[in-house]
């Protein structure tokens, strides 16, 4: 079965301002990540993409055009269930706002049994997600073969999802994955079991020097903005 390059979008306005965005319209790559995806192109050289499949959020949008730009002949998709989690009522709010809802420890200890007000559940997102991939496996490969490689281009907490899913980690365990914009995830699906093969790489080691104010202890919810 084929190989899966997981994108995570640029660095984007919301993630800079600490702001939930979900689906909320009108939410683009700041500079720094229109960068990173300028940078795209050269970082995924040489690797025979078949197809590209992408949310259709902006700053996902934003981020795969410099790569279908460099290989204008490489399909490209759109599927709303790589989308962003639907957040609802959180939607377009601070995160230090919601950091004293009651729901937020939940999702951060127990995702599993966590739903989002006027949106979906954290389950029903990894499944929409998860069900998406196997239906692209299964297509990418009758049009190209076994060993063909695709790339999907979707949020923090969507791979992060795909990844405890392809570990056969239960859903409680994701928030331990970390992925950072722009980063570049890789899974090998096979007839019996799925092989993460790369994780949040961005080539970048900036994120790992040790910082003033401590990191926060929670996940980022929808992701973190990476280094700085």
């Known amino acids: 079965m084929p190989t899966l390059i997981l994108v995570r979008h640029g660095r984007s306005t919301a993630n800079t301002s600490a702001v939930l965005a979900g689906w909320t319209p009108g939410v683009a790559l700041d500079e720094r990540g229109a960068a990173q995806a300028a940078a795209l192109p050269a970082r995924l050289a040489g690797l025979p993409i078949a197809e590209v499949v ?3 959020l902006q700053r996902c949008q934003e981020t795969i055009r410099p ?3 460099a290989r204008p002949d490489v399909p490209v998709h759109s599927d709303e269930r790589i989308g962003e989690a639907h957040y609802g009522d959180w939607s377009g709010r601070k995160l230090a706002e919601l950091s004293d809802d009651p729901l ?11 739903a ?4 979906e559940s954290m389950r029903a997102m990894q499944t929409r997600a998860a069900e998406a991939v196997r239906e692209w496996n299964a297509r990418v490969e009758r049009d190209h073969g076994p060993d063909a490689v695709y790339l999907m281009c979707s949020h923090g907490d969507i791979i992060k999802s795909l990844v405890a899913d392809a570990l056969g980690l239960h859903l409680d365990l994701f928030q331990r994955i970390s992925v950072e914009p722009c980063s570049v ?7 019996l079991r799925p092989f993460l093969v790369r994780l949040g790489d961005t080539g970048d080691f900036a994120s790992l ?8 202890q929670d996940a980022t919810v929808g992701g973190d903005a990476g280094a700085p």
């Open 116 to 119: 989002f007000p006027g949106g």
């Open 185 to 191: 995830t890789v899974i090998r699906y096979t007839r």
């Open 54 to 56: 992408a949310s259709p």
């Open 67 to 69: 790569l279908l730009d």
């Open 209 to 216: 020097v040790p910082r003033e104010a401590p990191p926060e």
């Open 104 to 114: 937020m420890e939940v999702v951060q200890a127990h995702p599993s049994a966590a």
